[in-house]
């Protein structure tokens, strides 16, 4: 078991990119700590991972209230003591295939508030409890959309750009952290499987033939899951910087 005894924590560990990395985690021997706002399947998955053997625990919160996360990780401090593994991976997409004279203040507000502030809140309350493991590293999941190519949303494209530019400044506050900026492309999860389904829309398309065509074409979760485990062991500690996946 390559993350035997290790605290794992992943933000949108529910479902998607998060949720198969809690799981693939668990198995894998980390305790593997779920936080996320959509608390049936946060208990869902948990579920799933202890059905398989590992460990693991839920808390429910929104990660864009500095409140609840602060509440949750003193929790995890008081239980655990440290985070040895923190994968940053919630995040929405609203807003998708407006022009910029279309797009609702409210959708960008929501974007960036979930995705970059988000992202923000997590590292800040996160990072005493990485510094206080042995051995840690800080895994946030961007996007190759407004990193390193478009978006069918202007809030999304800011909001994953953003992380790449927060990421190039935290790791210099971090530096016995082993931090990367993880940059998947196109991946079956609920997120890009709602945005298929409304590109198809847009197009006159149907869009359930345009999602059940995607399942069978995009990229597993559960593949960026073995990519993250893998920076997560000790293996990867000669590995730095960004990761970009197909």
Avoid at 150 to 177: M, R
Avoid at 219 to 226: L, N
Wanted: some cysteine; aromatic content about 6%; proline content about 2%.
């Amino acid at each position: 078991m390559r993350l035997k005894g290790k605290v794992a924590v992943i933000t949108g560990g529910a479902t998607g990119i998060g949720g198969a990395t809690a799981q693939l985690f668990g198995s894998e021997g980390a305790t593997s700590i779920i936080i996320d706002y959509n608390e049936k399947e946060g208990h869902a998955n948990l579920a799933r991972i202890k059905k398989a053997g590992g460990e693991g625990e839920f808390h429910q919160i929104d990660v864009r209230e500095e409140a609840q996360v602060k509440n949750a990780f003193s929790k995890i401090a008081g239980k655990h003591g440290k985070i040895d593994t923190m994968v940053i991976s919630a995040g929405i997409l609203t807003g998708a295939y407006s022009t910029v004279t279309e797009l609702a203040e409210q959708d960008w507000n929501d974007t960036i508030d979930t995705n970059l502030k988000g992202t923000f809140l997590t590292a800040k309350h996160s990072a005493p409890l990485l510094t206080a493991s042995a051995s840690s590293v800080l895994l946030i999941i961007a996007s190759g959309a407004g990193v390193f190519g478009g978006s069918s949303s202007y809030a999304y494209a800011a909001s994953k750009a953003g992380q790449s530019g927060f990421y190039n400044k935290l790791h210099e506050d971090l530096p016995n952290t082993r931090t990367h900026l993880v940059c998947p492309g196109s991946i079956a999860t609920p997120l890009k499987l709602k945005n298929v389904g409304q590109g198809a829309e847009t197009r006159g398309e149907d869009p359930e033939i345009a999602m059940t065509e995607a399942r069978e074409s995009l990229g597993d979760p559960m593949g960026i899951a073995h990519i993250l485990t893998f920076l997560a062991s000790d293996e990867a500690d000669y590995v730095r910087g960004i990761i970009r996946t197909r």
